[in-house]
């Protein structure tokens, strides 16, 4: 064990952080990884964009379209207890190559099956091969680094390009709605088009080896990552921060999911710029984890967060009263559209440091060896909480308007900060 964390800390130079004697080999499957990454992005948060067409076009109530986000959570969830068993078995690249497959074919039945019933398979095929991808690429990132500055560093590149992900999934869509009939099926062709590039990452993914052997140093039995994680939830520093990321989670998603429906109801934007708006909150959630890792080298992270939440519902009650009042304008555009379709999305710059900063500092509470199960925790429970704000709001909506849904974010805001507050005390009573 300590032979093998010290060549887990060597370093030689700025080209050993990647490991393997053939740089083709580890290059073909870096890509790979980002691209399969890249192709979820897109896919899960595909869900607010597929909620708003799902009622223009598949005659879909508000209430009935916001279960498309439970479709993807759970799965997500069910799916992560038990991965994480027999996924070194199965191999990293051989799971990674069957999510991709089964996405490849989900996203063909959709313009090939129309319907609502094909968009929830969609999602919980989405979920179940999400859970085989993430647990995959973040153990194979161990596999082709060989210290930590390696580690972190390509572990924050296939992030970030997640989030570009994330990004062009709006433009994608919004590309694939016609303005002359909104609520035609002509944006189901964008499915053709996620199919191919699902394709053409399981050949990559067939072509790029990948050294398994570290990830089978033992074996043990498959109930025992049951038992870690129950025991963890038993502590109440895990149990508080398990509510944290819950909250959080459902806050993003109740905004990320709901954002495009709301711009086009509310805001009266066009349904293709209502998507393509959207994609300014990924945008600053992008940039807030990027300049908020700047950030938290000079400051600790709970002054940060608090701050965050506290700024976060300002630009709320600052931005839904511009609401208010808005008529229809059948001429409007990017350069006309309301100042809360630029100020809204913003709240992202202030949302985005909150998960990364406290899954740090829970993970630097506890020992190595429980950060897996702790893992499995964060996956479940974000879950969740994702599935939990998209239903809400959604039905909130649905009852009253999009500002009332929006203003109610503000109530979850407060139970986050008072979370964190308990979660910080508990933290430093830990150390």
């Not at 909150?354 to 479940?380: C, D, F, Q, R």
Request: charged content about 10%; aromatic content about 10%; proline content about 5%.
């Amino acid at each position: 064990m300590a032979a093998r964390a010290a060549r887990w800390q060597r370093s030689d130079g700025p080209d050993s952080s990647f490991a393997g004697s053939d740089p083709l080999k580890n290059r073909r499957i870096l890509i790979a990884m980002v691209l399969v990454y890249m192709l979820f992005g897109i896919l899960l948060n595909s869900v607010g964009t597929v909620i708003l067409q799902s009622i223009s076009s598949l005659g879909q109530t508000k209430a009935s379209a916001a279960i498309l986000e439970a479709f993807k959570d759970m799965p997500i969830a069910i799916t992560s207890f038990a991965v994480a068993s027999f996924l070194p078995r199965l191999g990293y690249r051989r799971a990674m190559m069957l999510g991709s497959a089964a996405v490849a074919l989900a996203c063909l039945a959709m313009p090939l099956l129309p319907g609502f019933a094909t968009a929830k398979f969609l999602f919980a095929v989405t979920g179940v091969a999400f859970s085989l991808v993430k647990v995959s690429v973040y153990s194979s990132i161990g596999l082709v680094t060989t210290d930590q500055a390696g580690h972190a560093s390509l572990t924050n590149i296939i992030e970030g390009l997640f989030m570009l992900g994330v990004l062009s999934g709006y433009w994608m869509f919004g590309a694939f709605i016609d303005p002359a009939n909104p609520a035609g099926l002509g944006w189901l062709n964008v499915y053709w088009l996620l199919a191919g590039l699902s394709t053409l990452v399981v050949l990559l993914l067939a072509m790029s080896p990948l050294d398994e052997r570290a990830a089978h140093p033992e074996s043990r039995p498959v109930g025992e990552d049951f038992v870690a994680m129950l025991r963890l939830v038993g502590q109440a520093l895990v149990l508080v921060f398990m509510i944290s990321a819950f909250t959080y989670v459902l806050i993003e998603q109740a905004i990320g999911t709901w954002l495009p429906t709301f711009n086009n109801e509310v805001l009266h934007l066009p349904q293709a710029i209502s998507i393509q708006a959207a994609s300014l909150f990924a945008a600053a959630l992008a940039i807030g984890r990027l300049g908020a890792g700047l950030i938290l080298r000079r400051i600790g992270w709970y002054p940060l967060v608090s701050a965050c939440i506290v700024l976060m519902a300002g630009l709320v009650l600052l931005s839904l009263p511009l609401t208010r009042g808005l008529a229809p304008n059948p001429n409007i555009g990017w350069f006309s559209a309301p100042l809360a379709a630029y100020l809204l999305p913003l709240i992202g710059l202030f949302l985005a440091p909150i998960y990364p900063a406290i899954n740090s500092a829970m993970l630097s509470a506890l020992p190595k060896s429980e950060h897996a199960a702790m893992t499995g925790l964060l996956v479940v429970f974000s879950a969740l909480g994702g599935t939990t704000g998209s239903f809400i709001t959604g039905r909130v909506f649905a009852a009253f308007d999009g500002q009332t849904a929006f203003y109610l974010s503000i109530v979850p805001m407060a139970v986050l900060l008072v979370a964190l507050g308990r979660f910080h005390r508990l933290q430093r009573l830990a150390k």
